[in-house]
């Protein structure tokens, strides 16, 4: 057993969850997962990719069907200069592709600027590569974005990499194109890898555009974005991602971990990925329609039933509800001193409703709860109503 992966920690989520099976009824807002299913598209693949038998051993990397059509998309949707379809790799979701890329890109020690707040297998697989994940603020004040200042004081002569997100998981933050060109400098400048997640590219509201970095003019050789099926086909448990690198002896490396992890992505579910790439993409469309109507649902309720204690901007994409927690609120036993902590065990003991204490996010999380209002409506009304009485009027400026 490799002791080194005792200073790996689980996300909290994982606490959370265990939580919320000893809740009967939960309102289960604390899961990042959406409530849509698979388009027909996805499932008749591999409905028909069981039936042709395919079963068997395939290219590490992907089948070349599903490389060349996610090369075209990269060119044509996300605008980053793809050459074949082998700078393309397929993975077990977009998780093992920041796996992936963290073995084959870090050394010991390397570190790697990270967002705090942060989804938590970030930090862990920077960690989980031995690398020294750097946390820089995203500031609630700037629309959960950088102050691109401090961002450039985080790097160092050891600094390897710039992980981005954007839309941003748990903040909702959207980067805008100034940020991404002035990230792109920061890269430039100082010869650094920008690992760019683009999980939520589809998810943006408000007519705000997503900005895949490695479309501006040079920087497709030095970023690596990483996408997933998860939250544009509603695929979450079928495990699908990928990952692009122009650079060739990245990608050597990342094959090998890539075969040494999972020899090949389960082939039925590639040819799933086939059938939602080569149909119809309007179930993208319709995802983001009805997740923006779910976010403003879900704002309304919080204004009406618990605005003395819970505030926050309505974010511009992916689907959280990153709320900053009144610091005068007691209602809750505090656990280890933790706001967030003790919001979210008052809400799941007292309203059944599910959600992860911002501190689980990093250190400057400390203070917010999220919620997510990917959940269908039924269940945001839910819970939404089960937050009626629990937090109004107990706070120090009822109706301020
Ligand atoms: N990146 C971010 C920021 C995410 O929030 C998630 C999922 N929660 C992922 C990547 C990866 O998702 P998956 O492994 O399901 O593809």
């Known amino acids: 057993m490799s002791h080194y992966l005792d200073r790996v920690p689980f996300s909290g989520i ?10 009967t009824d939960p309102f289960r807002l604390d899961q990042g997962d959406v409530s849509f299913d698979a388009p027909d598209t996805v499932k008749e693949a591999m409905r028909k990719a069981i039936a042709d038998n395919r079963s068997h051993y395939l290219q590490t990397t992907g089948v070349p069907r599903l490389l060349e059509l996610l090369a075209e998309k990269l060119r044509t949707k996300n605008g980053t200069p793809v050459g074949s379809p082998d700078e393309v790799m397929v993975t077990t979701g977009g998780i093992h592709a920041l796996y992936v890329v963290c073995q084959a890109l870090l050394d010991p020690e390397d570190e790697v600027v990270v967002p705090d707040p942060e989804w938590p297998p970030c930090a862990g697989n920077v960690l989980a590569a031995r690398g020294v994940p750097v946390p820089c603020p995203l500031h609630e004040r700037l629309g959960w974005r950088y102050d691109l200042d401090e961002l450039a004081s985080k790097i160092t002569g050891r600094t390897r990499a710039i992980y981005v997100n954007s839309p941003h998981n748990p903040t909702g933050g959207v980067l805008t ?6 990230i792109a400098a920061i890269a430039r400048e100082r010869s650094l890898w920008l690992i760019s997640d683009e999980a939520y590219e589809d998810v ?4 705000r555009k997503h900005v895949s970095p490695a479309s501006l003019p040079g920087m497709y050789e030095r970023t690596i974005p990483i996408y997933t099926f998860s ?8 495990r699908l991602g990928y990952v692009a690198a122009r650079d060739a002896a990245l990608r050597d ?18 040819f799933g990925g086939i059938g939602g790439l080569e149909g119809s993409q309007a179930c993208i469309e319709a995802f ?3 997740l923006q109507a779910r976010r403003d649902l879900f704002y309304e309720g919080i204004r009406a039933h618990a605005s003395d204690v819970l505030a926050g901007e309505p974010p511009h994409g992916a689907f959280y509800a990153f709320l900053r927690i009144d610091p005068e609120w007691s209602a809750g036993e505090r656990t280890n001193g933790s706001l967030s902590w003790a919001m979210t065990e008052y809400l799941i ?17 400390e203070g917010y709860v999220r919620f997510c209002f990917a959940r269908d409506r039924r269940e945001l009304t839910g819970a939404l109503e089960s937050l009626k009485g629990l937090l109004q009027g107990v706070g120090p400026n009822p109706a301020g």
């Open 14 to 23: 994982i606490r959370i969850r265990d939580m919320m099976y000893s809740v």
């Open 253 to 270: 490396r990342m094959k090998k971990v890539l075969f040494y992890t999972a020899s090949n992505v389960s082939s039925v579910v590639q």
């Open 204 to 207: 943006l509201f408000d007519g």
């Open 231 to 238: 939250k544009s086909y509603a695929m979450t448990g079928l």
């Open 349 to 365: 003991s007292k309203g059944r409703i599910g959600c992860v204490p911002g501190v689980d996010f990093g250190a400057a999380g």
């Open 288 to 290: 983001r329609t009805e």
């Open 177 to 182: 194109r100034g940020d991404v060109e002035a």
